[in-house]
């Protein structure tokens, strides 16, 4: 099992950017695929972005190509969400999860979440 705790998020102007970290505790989290979620307020969650174990491998929601950039340190236990370029509509709370079995865009284990809100 592994424990997820998101930091980061923050109040940005459009046009700025932001670096989420989610922070991993318990072992072998270089065994576990991640990916990011967000909620926006009245709005179904959605995927953002996920990466493979070893960080070789990564996909993008349309909404966030080319914005956004993914990446892990295993070493750290921490995989990082770089948000450039932001807009009003990236306003949401994002969540990171976690698993050890690659499903598409599918994870079992969540954070609690950090807020992102990007004034216009």
């Known amino acids: 099992q592994v424990q997820l705790v998101e930091s980061g998020g923050g109040l940005v102007q459009a046009g700025g950017s932001l670096r989420l970290s989610c922070a991993a505790s318990?072992?072998?989290?270089?065994?576990?695929?991640v990916g990011w979620f967000r909620q926006a307020q009245g709005k179904e969650r959605e995927f953002v972005s996920g990466?493979?174990?070893?960080?070789?491998?990564?996909d993008y929601a349309d909404s966030v190509k080319g914005r956004f950039t993914i990446s892990r340190d295993n070493a750290k236990s921490t995989v990082y969400l770089q948000m450039n370029s932001l807009k009003a509509d990236d306003t949401a709370v994002y969540y990171c999860?976690?698993?050890?079995?690659?499903?598409?865009?599918?994870?079992?284990?969540w954070g609690q979440g950090t807020q992102v809100t990007v004034s216009s």
């Open positions: 999860a976690a698993d050890p079995t690659w499903r598409p865009r599918q994870y079992q284990y």
């Open positions: 990466i493979s174990r070893s960080g070789g491998i990564t």
């Open positions: 318990g072992r072998s989290f270089s065994s576990y695929y």
